[in-house]
C-alpha cells in the first residue's frame, strides 16, 4: 500500500504529502492519526502537531523556516505561516564525519565507457568541434559559418511547424471562423531529414554566442575568457575555431593564457582569426571555413575506445525543482556521485546560493581546514553580494518552486544539496576553475539552470545530471544532459524532454540505491554515445556567467 505522507530525516517535524490530501483526510502516522485539517496538494508539507509563531521547522534534518502564524494540526505550511530560516555556521571543519561509508562498487569495477581518449589523459563522452567568438560582434559571423556548413556536413536536425502554418493559412483562405480554427487538430510537426554525416566520428559542430567580451569590468573578459578555455580544453572537445574582433577587452593573448593554465602542453587543433587583421566578411569566412574543415577531417581520425567510470567527471544540476526534487530524483543522483566517488571519478556539486542552510555540514565534510575556510569564505562574498544589491539567498525559489512545495529557500536548498551524496568534499573551485581532483568538488556558480550548468562543463564535467520536478528543456553545447525527472507525471507529460524517471521511488516501485544504480547504467550508456532527449532536440544552451548577483 502507498504511503500517504514521508518523514525525511527522523529528526524532522514536518511530513511531506506524497499524494493530494483533501481537508479531513485520515492520515496514519507513527501509532496513531493524523486527520488533515487544510486540503494539502502533494509535495506539501502537512504539520503532525500544532505550531505556534516562533516555532522552528526542520526539513532533512536542518532548520529550514521559522512559523510566522499558527499552523493547526494537520494544517499546511506555505509561504504565509512560515518564513525561511537557517542555523548559522562556521568555518572550522568538524573532520569527524570523513569517516565515509563507502558504498560497494564492485559490480561496477569491471565496468567501462566507450570515449575518447584525448592526449592530457582526460577521456571524452563525445568529440565536438567547437566555432567560438571572442566578443559579442562576432555573433553574426558566427550564425553566417553556422549556416554554411551545418546541413552540408550532415549535422542539420530540425523539426518543421512550417506545415502548420501553411495549414491555418489554407484554413483561413477556405473562409473559416476563428473559433473553427481554434478548434482545430493540426498535423504533427515534420523533421527534416538528415543527410549521411561526412564524418561520422565527429558528433557535431557547436557555434556558441554570448554577450561578453568587451564593455562591463575586465575582470568579466578574464572570466569569460577562462570559461572559453575551459570549453576549448574540454575532454569532448577535438579542436575549435575561434573568432576575434581584435580591439575587444578579451584579447586572444588572454585566452591562449586560460588555455595554458587548464592545459600547459595544448595539442588540439586552433585556429583564431581577428577580423580586424584579415579584413573583409568574405575573407574572413572563407578561411574560417577552410580551417574547420581541416579541423573536422583531423577531429575525424579519433575513435571511441574502452575506458573506465574514473575517468568520468559528473556535472550535478538541478532545476524546476519540486517538493519531490529532494526525496526522490536528488538522493537517487547523490547515490550515483557516492558510487561515481568510489570508483575514483570526480562529481560537481555547484548552485551555491541552493547551498544556504546546508554549510556546517558541507565545511564539516570538507577533507582539511583550507577547503573548509574557501567554502565558507565563497558563500559568505556571495550572500553578503546580494544582500547589497536589496536581494538575498531566501528570494531564491521560484513561483514554479513555491507552487509546488519549496516555500523557502533553505527547504529548496537542503533538498538540492542532496544531489551531492555523502562523500568528503575534496576541492572548493571558484567559476570558472578547473576539476583536478577525483571525488566531490563544490563550484561556485549562481542557482541559474544554465549559467550553473554552463560553468560546470566549463569546469570539466563530461556528463550533466539534471534533476527536474516541474519540467525543463535545458541542454548543452558539448556535454550530454541527462534529465530526470522526481515524479511520474512529469514523465508522462513531457516524455520528449525526460530521460529518466525517479518518480517510481515516491510510487514505492524502488529505493533510492536502485534508482541511483539504474541512473549510472544509463550514463554509461550515455557516455558511450548513446543521446539523450537534449542532444535531440538540439538544446544547446550557454549562458556564461557575469560576477553579479544571479539566484
Known amino acids: 500500500m ?229 570549453y576549448i580544453t574540454h575532454p569532448n572537445v577535438a579542436g575549435a575555431t575561434v573568432l576575434s574582433l581584435g580591439c575587444q577587452n578579451a584579447q586572444v593573448s588572454m585566452l591562449q593564457d586560460e588555455i595554458n593554465k587548464r592545459s600547459p602542453q595544448f595539442y588540439k587543433p586552433l585556429y583564431i582569426l581577428e577580423q580586424q587583421k584579415i579584413g573583409t566578411e568574405e575573407a574572413l569566412i572563407s578561411t574560417a571555413l577552410r580551417q574547420t574543415f581541416a579541423g573536422l577531417m583531423q577531429a575525424n581520425a579519433q575513435h571511441r575506445q574502452p575506458a573506465p567510470l574514473s575517468k568520468l567527471t559528473i556535472g550535478l544540476e538541478c532545476g524546476g525543482s519540486d517538493g519531490f526534487s529532494g526525496i526522490s530524483a536528488n538522493p537517487a543522483v547523490g547515490h550515483v556521485s557516492d558510487m561515481l566517488v568510489a570508483l575514483g571519478g570526480s562529481v560537481i556539486l555547484a548552485e551555491f546560493p541552493e547551498l544556504c542552510g546546508v554549510e556546517q555540514e558541507l565545511v564539516d565534510r570538507s577533507v582539511d581546514q583550507p577547503t573548509a575556510e574557501r567554502f565558507s569564505s565563497l558563500m559568505k562574498a556571495y550572500g553578503e553580494s546580494a544582500v547589497a544589491v536589496g536581494s538575498g539567498f531566501d528570494m531564491n525559489p521560484s513561483p514554479g518552486n513555491i507552487r509546488d512545495g519549496l516555500i523557502t529557500d533553505a527547504m529548496k536548498s537542503a533538498g538540492a544539496a542532496r544531489k551531492g551524496g555523502s562523500s568528503p568534499v575534496v576541492a572548493v573551485l571558484d567559476y570558472p576553475e578547473l576539476v583536478t581532483k577525483p571525488g566531490l568538488n563544490l563550484l561556485c556558480t549562481p542557482g541559474n539552470d544554465v549559467e550553473s550548468t554552463t560553468a560546470e562543463v566549463g569546469s570539466g564535467a563530461n556528463i550533466v545530471l539534471f534533476t527536474t520536478g516541474l519540467g525543463t528543456p535545458t541542454g548543452n553545447p558539448i556535454a550530454p544532459v541527462v534529465k530526470i525527472s522526481s515524479n511520474t507525471a512529469l514523465a508522462n507529460r513531457m516524455p520528449d524532454i525526460i530521460d529518466i524517471n525517479t518518480g517510481t521511488v515516491i510510487d514505492g516501485e524502488e529505493t533510492i540505491e536502485q534508482a541511483g544504480e539504474r541512473i549510472l547504467d544509463y550514463v554509461i550508456r550515455v557516455a558511450s554515445g548513446e543521446e539523450v532527449a537534449a542532444v535531440r532536440h538540439g538544446q544547446t544552451d550557454f549562458i556564461p556567467w557575469k560576477r553579479g548577483v544571479s539566484l
Open 2 to 230: 502507498k504511503h500517504l505522507v514521508a518523514q525525511i530525516h527522523p529528526h524532522d517535524n514536518v511530513l511531506v504529502a506524497l499524494t493530494d490530501l483533501p481537508i479531513g483526510t485520515p492520515v496514519p502516522w507513527k501509532d496513531g492519526m493524523i486527520t488533515t485539517t487544510q486540503a494539502i496538494p502533494a509535495k506539501h508539507k502537512v504539520a503532525p502537531h500544532a505550531f505556534e509563531p516562533g516555532d522552528l521547522v526542520h526539513m532533512y534534518g536542518v532548520l529550514v523556516g521559522k512559523v510566522r502564524q499558527p499552523i493547526p494540526l494537520g494544517g499546511l505550511l506555505t509561504t504565509s505561516n512560515i518564513q525561511h530560516a537557517t542555523d548559522s555556521f562556521d568555518q572550522t571543519s568538524g573532520m569527524h564525519r570523513l569517516n565515509w561509508p563507502v558504498p560497494d562498487v564492485s559490480k561496477w569495477q569491471e565496468r567501462t565507457f566507450m570515449g575518447f581518449h584525448r592526449a592530457d589523459g582526460r577521456v571524452g563522452t563525445a568529440n565536438y568541434w567547437l566555432v567560438i567568438p571572442l566578443v559579442f560582434c562576432e555573433n553574426r559571423n558566427i550564425q553566417v559559418l553556422e549556416a554554411a556548413l551545418v546541413d552540408d556536413l550532415g549535422y542539420g536536425r530540425k523539426k518543421s511547424y512550417q506545415p502548420q502554418t501553411q495549414e491555418l493559412i489554407s484554413l483561413m483562405q477556405a473562409g473559416k471562423t476563428v473559433e473553427e480554427i481554434l478548434a482545430t487538430d493540426l498535423h504533427s510537426a515534420e523533421t527534416s531529414r538528415q543527410k549521411p554525416r561526412l564524418f561520422p566520428n565527429v558528433d557535431g559542430v557547436r557555434f556558441l554566442q554570448h554577450e561578453g567580451g568587451c564593455g562591463g569590468i575586465r575582470q568579466d573578459a578574464q572570466t569569460l575568457c577562462g570559461l572559453l578555455a575551459g
